[in-house]
Structures are given as structure tokens and as C-alpha cells.
Nanobody, 124 residues
Framework: QVQLVESGGGLVQAGGSLRLSCAASGRTSSNYAMGWFRQAPGKEREFVAAITYSGVRTYYADSVKGRFTISRDNAKSTVPLQMNSLKPDDTAVYYC?????????????????WGQGTQVTVSS
């Protein structure tokens, strides 16, 4: 079992930046791949970014590529998501997730553990 807690959400103007963080606890010694997803009101949860356990490979949704950066610090069991050039369309609840396998990292079903989410609101 692994527990995930997101932080860093808030209100920002369009063009601004936010840095989210995901803190993992529990079985953090396991080789979990990590991902960030988001869900806007009335929409399905969608993939944002993912990173393998080693940090060698990263994956991004086309809508955030070039603006968001995912990283990880395995010593501290944290996974930051740096978000730059934010747009109103980025407004959503952002969720951190952990996957025991390295497959399906862009899919909700590829993850077995989820945090409670943190709200990000981008004003125009």
C-alpha cells in the first residue's frame, strides 16, 4: 500500500506558474511509476504527465507538452509537477497516482493508487 498526498494547488492568473507536489508514504521502496491526472467539472479524468521509477522516461499529454514538467526525488518520495504558461483550460482538480507496472502510464486504469487531489484554478 502507498498513500499519496498532493499539495501546491491554488488560484493563478493566465500565463502564471504553479508547482504541485505529490508526497508518497507507505511502501515507497517499491518501484512505482508516478503520474499526474486532472479532472475538470463535467469531464472525465484525463492524463497529464507520467514518469518511470528511474526518472529516465517521461510522458506528457499533448495539451501540456512544453509547458509542464514532471520530475521525481526518490530519496524524498516526492513527485513535483511544474506548470508554466497556465491557461484557463488547465483549471481542474489535479490528482497524483502510483502504478506498480510501467505499462499503460497514460491511462487511468494503469494506476492502482490515487491521492485526494488539489484544486488548480486559472483565471483569464
Amino acid at each position: 500500500q502507498v498513500q499519496l498526498v498532493e499539495s501546491g494547488g491554488g488560484l493563478v492568473q493566465a500565463g502564471g506558474s504553479l508547482r504541485l507536489s505529490c508526497a508518497a508514504s507507505g511502501r515507497t521502496s517499491s518501484n512505482y511509476a508516478m503520474g499526474w491526472f486532472r479532472q475538470a467539472p463535467g469531464k472525465e479524468r484525463e492524463f497529464v504527465a507520467a514518469i518511470t521509477y528511474s526518472g529516465v522516461r517521461t510522458y506528457y499529454a499533448d495539451s501540456v507538452k512544453g509547458r509542464f514538467t514532471i520530475s521525481r526525488d526518490n530519496a524524498k518520495s516526492t513527485v513535483p509537477l511544474q506548470m508554466n504558461s497556465l491557461k484557463p483550460d488547465d483549471t481542474a482538480v489535479y490528482y497524483c497516482a502510483a502504478a506498480e507496472s510501467g505499462f499503460r502510464l497514460t491511462e487511468v486504469g494503469g494506476y492502482g493508487y490515487w491521492g485526494q487531489g488539489t484544486q488548480v484554478t486559472v483565471s483569464s
